[in-house]
């Protein structure tokens, strides 16, 4: 039970990444999750908005914590 509360205290969030291109510059959107491990802030790339809904991010994002923290 403790481990399902883990897996569970993530944010997921859509963050902007800008790039120089040889038209100009271009900004995308990205989902991202971060969580704490210890002291430390662990930020991942989850993937584009274009391609996954946010329920998706957020379970992938999950399984992302749960390799990271050996659970399950």
């Known amino acids: 039970m ?3 509360a883990r897996l569970e205290a993530l944010t997921v969030y859509l963050g902007e990444v800008s790039k120089i291109t040889a038209k100009g510059p271009k900004t ?3 989902y991202f999750a971060s ?6 802030v662990v930020n991942k790339y989850i ?3 274009r391609k996954m809904t ?3 991010a957020t379970e992938k ?5 749960a390799e990271a923290l050996g659970v399950r």
């Open 61 to 65: 994002a999950r399984k992302l914590k």
């Open 47 to 49: 993937g584009s908005p």
């Open 54 to 56: 946010r329920e998706a």
């Open 28 to 30: 995308y959107q990205y």
């Open 2 to 4: 403790w481990d399902a």
């Open 35 to 40: 969580w704490k491990v210890g002291d430390k």
